[in-house]
């Protein structure tokens, strides 16, 4: 397993800060060890679909500031997230993104 520690910081205020599995084998998936959320949501999640938006908004940071920045969520208070829900809005998102390109092509 070799790690590596992100955080993705999307325009509307949302973040999450993630470890991310880069031996992970399957291409499809990024595999995600742990995805948190400043607006008082823990995911603990296995895999994650690839999501190309998300990854606009995505930098490496060190595994001391990953740390740092989880005390401080969990000080503010953390439950427990929809972890299969998250993964299935992804999903259909990506799923509509191939169904767009497919009727492009066609045209």
């Known amino acids: 397993m070799k790690l590596v520690f992100m955080r993705t910081d999307f ?38 679909p690839y999501d190309e938006e998300s990854e606009k908004y995505t930098r490496r940071i060190s595994e001391l500031q990953f740390w740092q920045t989880f005390r401080e969520w969990r000080l503010e208070g953390l439950t427990l997230g929809d972890s299969g829900r998250v993964a299935e809005i992804l999903a259909r998102r990506q799923l509509n993104k191939k169904f767009i390109s497919k009727e492009a092509e066609n045209m």
């Open 11 to 48: 325009p509307t205020g949302r973040s999450h800060i993630l470890i991310r599995d880069l031996e992970s084998p399957n291409p499809e998936l990024v595999h995600f060890v742990l995805v948190l959320t400043n607006k008082g949501t823990l995911w603990v999640d296995v895999f994650w």
